[in-house]
């Protein structure tokens, strides 16, 4: 076969080939652009800028929370030898750390390799400035090493751990569920208001993005800072907390469990919200340290019993059922019934009383606190001749007792609210197979099915404070630039007609104020001047002790301050939620306490030895 | 010559500036890759002046045979005592140095496969002799795919340039081209393009070999395939529009198969009733390319390695995988096209430096070039290349005796392959394929293999001289 014009076809199929490879390289290096920007951004540096997080205020603008400057270490392992001990070692030294855990973090790098472009390893996280300082000294014989600002958290006063929550650096659970919003090493807020308001108090993370040279020097800007962003700090937050006041109230539960509301009755502000034990602000500063500590606590000091914990009410509960007796006018302030100590009803069952003379009306059987008594109201109010049914009657009271905001979430701001429960005909039907207004009967003293938490107890003093009507307690007043919640200035009426509700005042301030002897049952909560309202209340309790609880408002008119103290295992009302509440009434109305003693002694006593512990 | 100098002395510059990472180590620093190299190329040189001026030319055509042999041992011997590379069993460890023998066996091919051709009486054509011919080319090849080096091998596949040259039919060459476009459509396009696509081109050849009714041939044919491409898009039309559903079960593919089905038997009766061959071969050949485009499938999940399978699909685009396979070349064009018109200067390749591109001291040595001094240096590159090619053609053309015409078209064949797989795998043209850039990149029996294989032609050429 002739062959002779092969090799200039060859020839020609060696310039196609040519031409191929030099159209893809003009396609690549003259034509697009974006390969250029992508080398760029390989050897981009973005330098994070932490926002700083919005300091949270108590009510009087006194810090709760605020923050200093801390420093995260930075490596870049390019620069550093794992084969250079000395400085790998003086640094460690500096940064109070094993030469170990520098040359790890550098060798886990090297092992997963550069990802997501960064250059760059966290070494340690949030080193206080003193130690920063020390190394920032000497940096200059590190190369590689560099500090990174962030802001972290810092608590002026120890008040409302637990209401103030934690933040902590996010796990990549965290950051799953929060698609896109954070990124490995940011801080969020956990629980309490860091948590509920962390959108606002977080801010918004800006960067300046470097480039860098062959040399690992920086070069400018990237696009000239075009995509730079400045950092937004967060929005500042002022609660309605009164940090003193909440710092007395944290002293004085010390070493009992329960928890003290305290609220404004004239606008819902939380003004302390109490639950102990609770958290140190110490703790919270540095929460992954203590954190076995705390989840080993056998008295879940995470747990906000303010909130979360549902309890019976006991006695003070009367006050509903009276309120209700007289709006629906089975009850007068002049009915008498009598109490031989106790409730007799069928079969020679009997609920017991104590001993207080007979023959008493409502004011008495508020300020004595008469079993008896309310357990004629109640079931007179259950066997009115409007009902068909005692079941009727009970879903007609379980209606009344809800508008007081029992059973139910108040819809506070406050994260993670209980409910409590009040009982409906349905719970008994399911429970008993016959049963009358007689098997009920323990509702009339807040026993039995009835749960509360504190707070609704606290709600429901300021209810009575105002003769008629509350406001959702919540404990954000202001937030920079975002409008306070309506609702929050929204009165909420009850059932009963706000006429009625004076009436059972003067009760309330016979249970504290009528001279000693004349069997008024919070008279330990007496302080001359303040005009103190209150309830007591003896919760039974299956595990152990009665709880003490105790509500009460002051003054009687135009009320500063309505709180709700329970004390688990705490006994009679009188002994120690009556005290603790009054205390801190006097301390928020006079700003210091006249009763020494009581206050001493409130705060040395210890209770914790009667709790059962899971 | 100068070509070639200045072909190693880029290569020595930009390894260095590829695996320097600012830390101002010395280019004649022999603990590193860059003095290495210096050494490699000093021996180099050493050795071309060794081949162009003490050993006698004659020598190379002597000796052909038992080298051949001898490497062909060598080649089998690595795969029992070499250690682990990278997954091949390639490479022969001496100490500190290290040699790939399959780097060797592209020169006892050339001078065996040159040997043979320029028998006298050697004839393409013949079968015999044609088999002989790939025999010698296969051998090597087929125990390098045994050493998990198929890029090696592929190199082989070059010399079909030789064959064609000395006589091979140029049929083959357009054969293994449709193969392979019909492999890639295949997983691109799909099974019915395909068949479009080896009818098309059938239908083109069917022409070709009718010059009388070339017209009326391709007329027909294409209208035929025109009909067939328009199936498809006419059954898309009948799901949007129509209501008889029972239209949709003609899928185009069925249709195609079953109109194949009644016209093969009718065609391969209508041949052997009038004798017709070229008929007879053209529905063979269409035969064959069906069962090669429903093996594909096979071939690509079956045959194929996890790794090469995954590079071809990063290569046709059907998978992005730019962390996983896809890194590499992603990097490895970023760094390519970052270069722009001039580059970014000698050691300022930001993808250089940080180590981006992975192997970029060897396989990858082009994108120093294409980063650092950017089009024009790769422009520069190629045509160094591509004069050493076209001279290497030019030259032994004008030789008189074949043995040192087969030679050059070998060497050529050898240089072209590696330039244009390695490159067109830079730059995302090729899947990737570990083979070395002739003379840049890093690596001792790379550089030798090339030198020794450029320098016996040399020697040849100046011995042809002498007596012509």
Same mark, same amino acid.
């Given at each position: 076969?002739?062959?002779?014009?092969?090799?200039?076809?060859?020839?020609?199929?060696?310039?196609?080939?040519?031409?191929?490879?030099?159209?893809?390289?003009?396609?690549?290096?003259?034509?697009?652009?974006?390969?250029?920007?992508?080398?760029?951004?390989?050897?981009?540096?973005?330098?994070?800028?932490?926002?700083?997080?919005?300091?949270?205020?108590?009510?009087?603008?006194?810090?709760?929370?605020?923050?200093?400057?801390?420093?995260?270490?930075?490596?870049?392992?390019?620069?550093?030898?794992?084969?250079?001990?000395?400085?790998?070692?003086?640094?460690?030294?500096?940064?109070?750390?094993?030469?170990?855990?520098?040359?790890?973090?550098?060798?886990?790098?090297?092992?997963?390799?550069?990802?997501?472009?960064?250059?760059?390893?966290?070494?340690?996280?949030?080193?206080?400035?003193?130690?920063?300082?020390?190394?920032?000294?000497?940096?200059?014989?590190?190369? /590689?090493?560099?500090?990174?600002?962030?802001?972290?958290?810092? +608590?002026?006063?120890?008040?409302?751990?637990?209401?103030?929550?934690?933040?902590?650096?996010?796990?990549?659970?965290?950051?799953?569920?929060?698609?896109?919003?954070?990124?490995?090493?940011?801080?969020?807020?956990?629980?309490?208001?860091?948590?509920?308001?962390?959108?606002?108090?977080?801010?918004?993370? /800006?960067?300046?993005?470097?480039?860098?040279?062959?040399?690992?020097?920086?070069?400018?800007?990237?696009?000239?800072?075009?995509?730079?962003?400045?950092?937004?700090?967060?929005?500042?937050?002022?609660?309605?907390?009164?940090?003193?006041?909440?710092?007395?109230?944290?002293?004085?539960?010390?070493?009992?469990?329960?928890?003290?509301?305290?609220?404004?009755?004239?606008?819902?502000?939380?003004?302390?919200?109490?639950?102990?034990?609770?958290?140190?602000?110490?703790?919270?500063?540095?929460?992954?340290?203590?954190?076995?500590?705390?989840?080993?606590?056998?008295?879940?000091?995470?747990?906000?019993?303010?909130?979360?914990?549902? +309890?019976?009410?006991?006695?003070?509960?009367?006050?509903?059922?009276?309120?209700?007796?007289?709006?629906?006018?089975?009850?007068?302030?002049?009915?008498?019934?009598?109490?031989?100590?106790?409730?007799?009803?069928?079969?020679?069952?009997?609920?017991?009383?104590?001993?207080?003379?007979?023959?008493?009306?409502?004011?008495?059987?508020?300020?004595?606190? $008469?079993?008896?008594?309310?357990?004629?109201?109640?079931?007179?109010?259950?066997?009115?001749?409007?009902?068909?049914?005692?079941?009727?009657?009970?879903? +007609?009271?379980?209606?009344?007792?809800?508008?007081?905001?029992?059973?139910?979430?108040?819809?506070?701001?406050?994260?993670?609210?209980?409910?409590?429960?009040?009982?409906?005909?349905?719970?008994?039907?399911?429970?008993?197979?016959?049963?009358?207004?007689?098997?009920?009967?323990?509702?009339?003293?807040?026993?039995?099915?009835?749960?509360?938490?504190?707070?609704?107890?606290?709600?429901? $003093?300021?209810?009575?404070?105002?003769?008629?009507?509350?406001?959702?307690?919540?404990?954000?007043?202001?937030?920079?630039?975002?409008?306070?919640?309506?609702?929050?200035?929204?009165?909420?009426?009850?059932?009963?007609?706000?006429?009625?509700?004076?009436?059972?005042?003067?009760?309330?301030?016979?249970?504290?104020?009528?001279?000693?002897?004349?069997?008024?049952?919070?008279?330990?909560?007496?302080?001359?001047?303040?005009?103190? $309202?209150?309830?007591?209340?003896?919760?039974?309790?299956?595990?152990?002790?009665?709880?003490?609880?105790?509500?009460?408002?002051?003054?009687?008119?135009?009320?500063?301050?309505?709180?709700?103290?329970?004390?688990?295992?705490?006994?009679?009302?009188?002994?120690?939620?009556?005290?603790?509440?009054?205390?801190?009434?006097?301390?928020?109305?006079?700003?210091?306490?006249?009763?020494?003693?009581?206050?001493?002694?409130?705060?040395?006593?210890?209770?914790?030895?009667?709790?059962?512990?899971? | 010559?100068?070509?070639?100098?200045?072909?190693?002395?880029?290569?020595?510059? #930009?390894?260095?500036?590829?695996?320097?990472?600012?830390?101002?180590?010395?280019?004649?620093?022999?603990?590193?890759?860059?003095?290495?190299?210096?050494?490699?190329?000093?021996?180099?040189?050493?050795?071309?002046?060794?081949?162009?001026?003490?050993?006698?030319?004659?020598?190379?055509?002597?000796?052909?045979?038992?080298?051949?042999?001898?490497?062909?041992?060598?080649?089998?011997?690595?795969?029992?005592?070499?250690?682990?590379?990278?997954?091949?069993? &390639?490479?022969?460890?001496?100490?500190?140095?290290?040699?790939?023998?399959?780097?060797?066996?592209?020169?006892?091919?050339?001078?065996?496969?040159?040997?043979?051709?320029?028998?006298?009486?050697?004839?393409?054509?013949?079968?015999?002799?044609?088999?002989?011919?790939?025999?010698?080319?296969?051998?090597?090849?087929?125990?390098?795919?045994? @050493? &998990?080096?198929?890029?090696?091998?592929?190199?082989?596949?070059?010399?079909?340039?030789?064959?064609?040259?000395?006589?091979?039919?140029?049929? =083959?060459?357009?054969?293994?081209?449709?193969?392979?476009?019909?492999?890639?459509? !295949?997983?691109?396009?799909?099974?019915?393009?395909?068949?479009?696509?080896?009818?098309?081109?059938?239908?083109?050849?069917?022409?070709?070999?009718?010059?009388?009714?070339?017209?009326?041939?391709?007329?027909?044919?294409?209208?035929?395939?025109?009909?067939?491409?328009?199936?498809?898009?006419?059954?898309?039309?009948?799901?949007?529009?129509?209501?008889?559903?029972?239209?949709?079960?003609?899928?185009?593919?069925?249709?195609?198969?079953?109109?194949?089905?009644?016209?093969?038997?009718?065609?391969?009766?209508?041949?052997?009733?009038?004798?017709?061959?070229?008929?007879?071969? !053209?529905?063979?050949?269409?035969?064959?390319?069906?069962?090669?485009?429903?093996? !594909?499938?096979?071939?690509?999940?079956?045959?194929?390695?996890?790794?090469?399978?995954?590079?071809?699909?990063?290569?046709?685009?059907?998978?992005?995988?730019?962390?996983?396979?896809?890194?590499?070349?992603?990097?490895?064009?970023?760094?390519?096209?970052?270069?722009?018109?001039?580059?970014?200067?000698?050691?300022?390749?930001?993808?250089?430096?940080?180590?981006?591109?992975?192997?970029?001291?060897?396989?990858?040595?082009?994108? !120093?070039?294409?980063? @650092?001094?950017?089009?024009?240096?790769?422009?520069?590159?190629?045509?160094?290349?591509?004069?050493?090619?076209?001279?290497?053609?030019?030259?032994?053309?004008?030789?008189?005796?074949?043995?040192?015409?087969?030679?050059?078209?070998?060497?050529?064949?050898?240089?072209?392959?590696?330039?244009?797989? #390695?490159?067109?795998?830079?730059?995302?043209?090729?899947?990737?394929?570990?083979?070395?850039?002739?003379?840049?990149?890093?690596?001792?029996?790379?550089? =030798?293999?090339?030198?020794?294989?450029?320098?016996?032609?040399?020697?040849?050429?100046?011995? @042809?001289?002498?007596?012509?």
């Amino acid at each position: 076969m002739n062959t002779d014009g092969r090799h200039i076809r060859l020839l020609i199929g060696l310039g196609v080939a040519t031409l191929l490879l030099l159209g893809k390289l003009i396609s690549l290096q003259l034509l697009d652009n974006s390969y250029k920007e992508n080398a760029s951004k390989n050897v981009t540096i973005k330098e994070t800028i932490y926002p700083t997080r919005g300091v949270i205020y108590d009510r009087n603008r006194q810090i709760l929370v605020g923050n200093k400057v801390a420093y995260d270490i930075m490596v870049d392992p390019k620069m550093v030898q794992a084969s250079d001990t000395a400085a790998i070692a003086a640094v460690a030294a500096i940064l109070q750390q094993e030469p170990d855990f520098i040359r790890e973090k550098l060798d886990e790098f090297r092992r997963k390799g550069p990802v997501g472009g960064t250059q760059e390893v966290t070494l340690l996280r949030a080193v206080p400035a003193e130690v920063y300082m020390r190394l920032d000294e000497v940096k200059y014989n590190f190369p /590689g090493f560099r500090g990174q600002v962030r802001s972290i958290r810092e +608590y002026p006063v120890n008040a409302g751990g637990n209401l103030l929550g934690y933040v902590s650096e996010v796990s990549p659970d965290y950051i799953r569920r929060h698609n896109g919003e954070y990124t490995a090493g940011d801080y969020a807020g956990m629980t309490g208001i860091e948590a509920a308001r962390e959108k606002d108090l977080r801010g918004e993370k /800006g960067y300046h993005i470097y480039l860098r040279n062959s040399r690992n020097q920086r070069e400018g800007s990237y696009k000239d800072g075009a995509e730079d962003k400045e950092a937004v700090p967060g929005r500042d937050i002022v609660t309605t907390i009164d940090a003193p006041l909440q710092q007395y109230g944290q002293q004085l539960m010390r070493n009992k469990v329960g928890s003290v509301v305290a609220i404004e009755p004239s606008t819902g502000e939380i003004l302390a919200l109490v639950s102990s034990p609770g958290i140190d602000v110490d703790k919270l500063a540095d929460i992954g340290k203590y954190w076995k500590e705390i989840s080993a606590n056998p008295y879940k000091p995470m747990y906000n019993r303010a909130v979360q914990a549902s +309890y019976p009410p006991g006695s003070v509960f009367k006050l509903v059922n009276g309120l209700i007796g007289l709006q629906e006018g089975v009850l007068r302030p002049e009915t008498v019934y009598s109490c031989y100590k106790g409730y007799s009803y069928g079969e020679g069952r009997k609920l017991g009383c104590h001993s207080h003379k007979t023959s008493i009306n409502m004011d008495e059987s508020i300020m004595m606190s $008469c079993n008896a008594y309310y357990c004629y109201v109640f079931k007179s109010i259950l066997d009115q001749k409007k009902f068909s049914s005692v079941a009727e009657a009970l879903d +007609y009271w379980r209606e009344m007792v809800m508008s007081f905001g029992f059973g139910k979430k108040l819809g506070s701001d406050f994260p993670a609210e209980l409910s409590g429960s009040i009982p409906s005909s349905a719970t008994y039907n399911s429970k008993y197979r016959r049963w009358n207004s007689t098997t009920v009967i323990s509702l009339s003293i807040g026993q039995g099915e009835i749960l509360a938490t504190p707070m609704h107890l606290a709600n429901f $003093c300021a209810t009575v404070a105002n003769r008629g009507y509350y406001y959702i307690p919540h404990i954000i007043k202001e937030t920079e630039g975002v409008p306070q919640d309506p609702r929050f200035s929204e009165r909420h009426y009850t059932l009963v007609d706000t006429t009625q509700f004076p009436k059972v005042i003067p009760g309330m301030w016979k249970a504290v104020n009528a001279p000693a002897g004349m069997g008024g049952t919070a008279h330990v909560a007496r302080v001359d001047g303040l005009e103190i $309202c209150g309830k007591t209340g003896t919760a039974q309790n299956p595990r152990g002790a009665d709880n003490s609880v105790f509500i009460c408002f002051a003054p009687k008119d135009n009320p500063k301050i309505a709180i709700a103290a329970y004390v688990e295992n705490g006994g009679f009302g009188a002994a120690y939620a009556a005290p603790i509440a009054s205390l801190m009434v006097e301390k928020y109305l006079t700003g210091t306490v006249s009763r020494k003693d009581l206050e001493r002694s409130m705060k040395q006593s210890n209770l914790l030895y009667r709790v059962k512990r899971d | 010559m100068i070509a070639y100098l200045l072909l190693i002395v880029i290569g020595w510059v #930009n390894i260095y500036a590829a695996t320097n990472s600012g830390d101002g180590v010395s280019i004649f620093d022999f603990s590193a890759r860059a003095g290495k190299q210096f050494v490699w190329i000093l021996t180099a040189l050493g050795l071309a002046g060794v081949i162009l001026f003490l050993l006698p030319a004659r020598l190379w055509e002597g000796i052909c045979i038992p080298l051949y042999a001898f490497v062909a041992l060598l080649l089998v011997l690595v795969i029992f005592v070499s250690s682990d590379i990278k997954g091949s069993h &390639s490479w022969f460890s001496l100490g500190a140095v290290r040699f790939q023998p399959a780097e060797i066996s592209k020169i006892s091919t050339s001078l065996l496969l040159s040997f043979l051709l320029s028998q006298q009486g050697f004839k393409m054509t013949r079968r015999r002799d044609f088999l002989l011919a790939c025999l010698v080319i296969g051998l090597p090849m087929l125990i390098i795919i045994g @050493e &998990s080096e198929t890029g090696s091998a592929l190199v082989y596949t070059g010399f079909i340039f030789v064959l064609y040259r000395e006589g091979l039919s140029g049929w =083959w060459i357009g054969l293994i081209g449709l193969v392979i476009v019909l492999f890639i459509s !295949t997983l691109t396009l799909g099974t019915y393009w395909s068949l479009i696509i080896l009818l098309a081109v059938l239908v083109g050849c069917d022409a070709y070999m009718h010059p009388r009714d070339f017209w009326k041939r391709l007329w027909i044919g294409a209208g035929v395939v025109l009909l067939l491409a328009l199936l498809p898009v006419a059954y898309d039309w009948i799901k949007m529009e129509t209501t008889w559903r029972f239209l949709l079960k003609l899928r185009p593919l069925w249709v195609l198969l079953t109109l194949v089905g009644i016209a093969v038997p009718f065609l391969l009766w209508r041949a052997w009733w009038k004798k017709d061959r070229l008929l007879g071969i !053209t529905v063979g050949a269409f035969v064959v390319g069906l069962i090669l485009v429903f093996s !594909t499938d096979y071939i690509f999940h079956r045959v194929l390695q996890e790794h090469q399978r995954k590079r071809i699909e990063v290569l046709l685009g059907m998978k992005e995988d730019l962390a996983g396979a896809g890194y590499n070349v992603n990097q490895s064009k970023i760094a390519i096209g970052s270069g722009g018109f001039s580059g970014k200067g000698f050691l300022q390749g930001t993808q250089t430096t940080y180590g981006f591109v992975p192997e970029q001291s060897t396989d990858f040595i082009f994108c !120093t070039v294409g980063e @650092e001094w950017g089009f024009l240096g790769c422009l520069l590159v190629i045509a160094l290349y591509v004069f050493i090619i076209a001279r290497l053609i030019l030259d032994a053309e004008r030789c008189r005796g074949h043995f040192t015409r087969i030679y050059g078209y070998c060497v050529a064949s050898c240089i072209f392959m590696h330039l244009f797989i #390695n490159v067109g795998m830079t730059v995302g043209l090729m899947p990737v394929i570990g083979i070395p850039l002739p003379l840049l990149s890093y690596g001792g029996s790379s550089l =030798w293999s090339f030198t020794i294989l450029i320098f016996i032609f040399l020697a040849l050429y100046r011995d @042809e001289k002498k007596y012509f």
